[in-house]
């Protein structure tokens, strides 16, 4: 099945040369753009399968983007591809809708991986930031005196989603966890 992707970033070599990559991949590239405002309005219009989107653009930056893109109602996947390896932006795009979180420098195909796995529902933060994640959800973030989104997860949704970010799948969880595939979607929307 073919999929349909919209690329949002602001460097035209960095959109041309990930059009290529998807094209060899069978992935469809619906439209490319390099600013926030352009790629609101073809999400809108086009209906993508996902959204790839860079975080950092002048304008309008990939956070703002996302969170437009889901108050206009719009559900599909997006992924946040970036080089930011920053807490804050990787906990503030997850609260806003992002189904992944993934690094401009990781390898091709893992990047496709990513994105298959994305469109199976779930959602996939680098590998790179897996450990990152991890601390932020026990409570060890750098920005410790600010209340965290995850203060609010029950232990158990902290527990899986601490097993997320290490790439485990909903099935392999529910095995390890002794509990269905169907409570952990369960856990995993609550999280989100």
């Known amino acids: ?13 960095f959109r041309e040369g990930l059009q290529e990559l998807l094209k060899r991949h069978g992935i469809d590239t619906v439209g490319a753009v390099g600013d ?5 309005d073809l999400a809108r219009d086009l209906m993508p399968d996902v959204i790839l989107l860079d975080m950092r653009m002048p304008a309008m930056n990939g956070l703002e983007v996302l969170r437009r893109l889901r108050q206009a109602g719009l559900k599909m996947p997006i992924v946040m591809l970036t080089t930011s390896t920053e807490e804050q932006d990787l906990v ?23 994105l298959e796995a994305i469109l199976q529902g779930k959602t996939v933060v680098a590998p790179d930031l897996a450990q990152l994640l991890v601390r932020v959800v026990q409570g060890k973030s750098s920005s410790a005196n600010e209340p965290s989104p995850f203060d609010e997860l029950t232990p158990r949704e902290g527990e899986i989603l601490a097993l997320l970010a290490e ?13 269905s595939d169907g409570t952990v979607k369960l856990h995993v929307k609550a999280i989100l």
């Open 1 to 13: 099945m073919t999929r349909r992707v919209l690329l949002i970033d602001d460097h035209t070599l």
């Open 92 to 114: 503030e795009c997850l609260r806003n809708g992002a189904q992944g979180y993934l690094l401009k420098e990781m390898e091709p195909g893992d990047l496709v991986d990513a």
């Open 167 to 179: 790439g485990q799948s909903n099935k392999v969880i529910a095995r390890n966890l002794g509990i």
């Open 36 to 40: 926030g405002e352009t790629g609101i």
